[in-house]
């Protein structure tokens, strides 16, 4: 009997005795939220509680400093009659061709091209055109505002060819202004959208092309058939920054046009410091931001559900 | 259940969190009835006896001239009171104009501080509370006695911020700014012009160096600000000086859709039109257009005397500079006024040491210093002037003009918005986007909403 008991007893007993049983707190559902804890401390102080700050900011009037009223809904209210904010909110969306359409479509076909030759020296090339993406932007922008002066390298270049007719301050006239930010957009983020394409690419076996060609596809059917269907990840990534990038432009606007001609270049960011840094309306350049941070929101959403629905 | 339960009150707690959070600036005070003023019997003017103490500076004066003498100024402030060790922080206008208003709300404020005089800076400043009185200081130190009226009104305020012009003292400058016209001797001689003596010389003058090939006037507007320096000096021609100074100072009582305003807009629009601008004004940044009148682009440059020395160091005796010829009263009248006052925060640790050291600054032997170093001192300014270059001509002008003319106040000053407005609204004059008849309307529009709300 004592020892029958022993024996069903000793199972339970022998291992418990090897590894000591998991404490209170280990078992406890809150446990895995315990790991997230410190990632989540960090990331609560310095991203979502400023958030909650600017969205709380933005019931708000206020200067900065001194006393504040509480306006509820107001400053939203008149952000959608604002012909300055819609405006930005415009050349935002216009900017989203320069730094993320034509950086895609240029990107995929200089990738596919790469990755069809076997240059020499790869990595060299590779990093001179991702160069644009590790120079501070302030810095771009300075050098892009000389390029585009009405005595600058452009100008220079098109009187070179005799094309004197074309030849402008490219950044002082409303008709160029944003298309000449805007390219600046596209250099830079043209080399980080070709680095990621051209991973992916390198990933594809090479099977898959061997097969192609021996069913008779040419360069461009296997570029359909086989390339671009196996980076629709990486593109949905490249998007997914290159969008951000377009929409929440501050440094190259600032640094070169400060949102002139008139208004023509000006942005959400830029909208958002010009009205709490130099109008000292801190409600309104909170609900600036708010929008934009929902419309990037929105957009990048829908960008990676497309992505991954088609994959 | 339990992970829903534990998220759910995540988020109830965070929800609580910001209700509960405090209305922002709610622990600033409540406006100007905390302000210091003290009384020209309470002020304390023996530094020596404060002990060692560290006066923190913060200027914007970076060029190359203002540098030299406010880093001359901080040297020998330092030899007369060995206990004061000054820490200077000196950065670009704008980059201190951004910081100012967040500077100036935290507890940890300069002594000393650089604020513009605009309606938008101090005027704002003065109505929170948040910049000294130094109307007590003035008396104590004398300060009455060095500077006229006219310059103590341009950093004058009523205490809470709402009329610009009189009241008490918030800052004091040392150095005076007039906007007038750079030219070229070589250039005038080759085209066998003299300077021009009245408006319409300026403007056959400009015709004259059209016609012979050259850049009329040399205009950097892609910051925008700039064509304010030049249209200024240039309403002048058109418009009563002191209806300027009411729209400039933002008070009420004047027009911008007036016609002899439009006059002034429609002969900018000309300008921009017939390229007389250079071909694209609004394409090239400030800080490149003077030096490429330097290097001989452009007959006229129109803009500030803060130019004048930078300039000089590269075209010597052939840069001259002079007041804009008598506008419409018959008098000079340009834009011009003090350099950017220095102001004492209500908070700063030490304002005794603080306000002797804006006496040192801008006394008689300062003066003389900032001449020295190429700079223009506000006061003195006949008596001070150079023998000879471009510093002559500059105080010369300021002196015709702040004593027989109209020194007329930046535009910018009138309204928190108007630098924008102004800023936008002249660039798309110039570059032929904007009617003059729309431009003085949206000018119109930000001065009337102003004047009428206040």
Redesign the interface.
Same mark, same amino acid.
């Given at each position: 009997m004592a020892s029958s008991t022993t024996g069903r007893r000793a199972p339970a007993r022998l291992p418990a005795r090897r590894r000591p049983r998991p404490s209170a707190v280990a078992r406890s559902?809150?446990t895995p939220?315990l790991f997230i804890l410190p990632a989540f401390l960090v990331y609560g102080a310095f991203a979502?509680y400023p958030l909650?700050?600017a969205?709380? *900011?933005s019931l *708000?009037e206020?200067?900065? /400093?001194? +006393? +504040?009223t /509480?306006v509820g809904l107001r400053n939203y209210l008149d952000l959608a009659g604002d012909a300055d904010f819609r405006a930005a909110i415009a050349n935002a969306l216009i900017l989203i061709v320069f730094y993320a359409v034509i950086p895609l479509v240029v990107g995929l076909v200089l990738a596919a091209v790469l990755r069809r030759g076997q240059v020499r020296g790869m990595g060299f090339f590779r990093t001179v055109v991702f160069l644009p993406q590790v120079i501070a932007l302030v810095v771009v922008a300075v050098a892009w505002?000389?390029i585009? #002066?009405?005595?600058g390298l452009l100008n220079e270049a098109l009187r070179a060819v005799g094309l004197d007719v074309l030849?402008?301050?490219?950044?002082?006239?409303?008709g160029t202004a944003l298309a000449a930010v805007g390219f600046i957009g596209t250099w830079v983020e043209m080399g980080l959208v070709m680095l990621l394409l051209l991973s992916g690419m390198s990933r594809i076996p090479a099977e898959q092309f061997e097969a192609a060609r021996l069913d008779g596809a040419n360069a461009v059917q296997e570029f359909f058939a086989i390339t671009l269907p196996a980076v629709r990840g990486e593109i949905t990534v490249a998007l997914v920054l290159t969008i951000i990038a377009a929409l929440k432009t501050f440094d190259l606007v600032y640094m070169?046009? #400060?949102?002139?001609?008139?208004?023509s270049t000006t942005v959400p960011s830029f909208e958002a410091y *010009?009205r709490a *840094?130099?109008?000292?309306e801190?409600g309104s350049a909170s609900a600036v931001a708010i929008v934009l941070t929902l419309l990037i929101f929105v957009i990048n959403v829908g960008v990676s559900r497309i992505g991954e629905r088609e994959a | 259940m339990?992970?829903r339960n534990?998220l759910g009150s995540t988020a109830a707690l965070?929800g609580l !969190?910001?209700l509960t959070?405090c209305?922002? !600036?709610?622990d600033?005070? =409540?406006?100007g009835s905390e302000a210091p003023a003290p009384a020209a019997d309470e002020v304390d003017t023996d530094i020596a006896a404060l002990g060692d103490i560290t006066l923190t500076v913060w200027d914007q004066e970076v060029r190359g001239a203002q540098n030299d003498a406010i880093e001359a100024l901080i040297g020998s402030f330092q030899e007369k009171y060995p206990n004061v060790t000054i820490d200077r922080n000196s950065q670009s206008f704008d980059d201190l104009q %951004?910081q100012t208003? @967040?500077a @100036? $709300?935290g507890n940890d404020v300069p002594d000393v501080l650089q604020v513009n005089n605009a309606r938008?800076d101090m005027g704002?400043f003065v109505a &929170?509370? @948040?910049l000294t009185d130094l109307t007590g200081y003035a008396e104590a130190y004398g300060w009455a006695d060095r500077f006229t009226p006219s310059v103590l009104g341009k950093m004058s305020y009523s205490s809470d911020g709402v009329t610009f012009g009189e009241g008490s003292l918030y800052g004091l400058a040392q150095t005076g700014e007039v906007c007038g016209i750079y030219y070229s001797q070589k250039k005038l001689d080759a085209l066998g012009l003299a300077a021009p003596t009245t408006w319409d010389e300026v403007f056959s003058l400009v015709e004259a160096a059209a016609a012979a090939d050259e850049q009329p006037i040399m205009l950097g507007?892609? =910051? %925008?600000w700039p064509a304010l320096h030049v249209f200024g000096p240039l309403q002048a021609n058109f418009v009563p000086a002191e209806t300027i100074v009411t729209l400039g100072m933002g008070n009420a009582g004047a027009d911008w859709t007036t016609d002899d305003n439009l006059a002034a807009l429609s002969q900018l629009a000309e300008w921009g039109a017939s390229g007389a601008l250079? =071909? $694209?004004?609004?394409?090239?940044?400030y800080d &490149?257009a003077w030096p490429?009148f330097t290097e001989g682009t452009g007959v006229l440059l129109i803009g500030g005397s803060w130019l004048g020395p930078d300039m000089e160091a590269v075209m010597g005796e052939d840069l001259r500079f002079m007041a804009p010829p008598a506008g419409a009263d018959g008098k000079v009248a340009t834009t011009g006024g003090t350099g950017i006052p220095f102001s004492v925060p209500s908070a700063a640790a030490n304002p005794a040491a603080a306000a002797a050291f804006i006496d040192f600054i801008t006394s008689d032997e300062a003066m003389a210093m900032i001449a020295e170093n190429g700079g223009m001192p506000v006061n003195r300014t006949a008596e001070l002037a150079p023998d000879s270059g471009v510093n002559k001509d500059i105080y010369e002008a300021f002196d015709a003009v702040s004593t027989e003319g109209t020194l007329l106040p930046y535009l910018d000053y009138a309204t928190?918005?108007f630098? =924008?407005t102004a800023?936008?609204?002249l %660039?798309?004059v110039i570059?032929g %986007?904007?009617e003059p008849a729309a431009a003085a309307e949206a000018l119109q529009e930000d001065y009337g909403a102003f004047t009428e709300g206040s």
């Open positions: 559902a809150a939220y979502l909650g700050r969205a709380q *900011f *708000f206020w200067k900065g /400093f001194g +006393s +504040s /509480f505002r000389q585009y #002066s009405p005595n030849t402008r301050g490219w950044l002082g006239d409303p070169t046009t #400060s949102g002139g001609p008139g208004n *010009f *840094f130099e109008l000292r801190v | 339990r992970r534990f965070g !969190g910001l959070a209305a922002p !600036g709610s600033g005070g =409540d406006g %951004q208003g @967040l @100036l $709300s938008g704002t &929170d509370g @948040l507007n892609l =910051d %925008q250079g =071909d $694209s004004p609004n394409g090239l940044a &490149d490429l928190p918005s630098a =924008d800023g936008a609204t %660039q798309e570059g %986007q904007a």
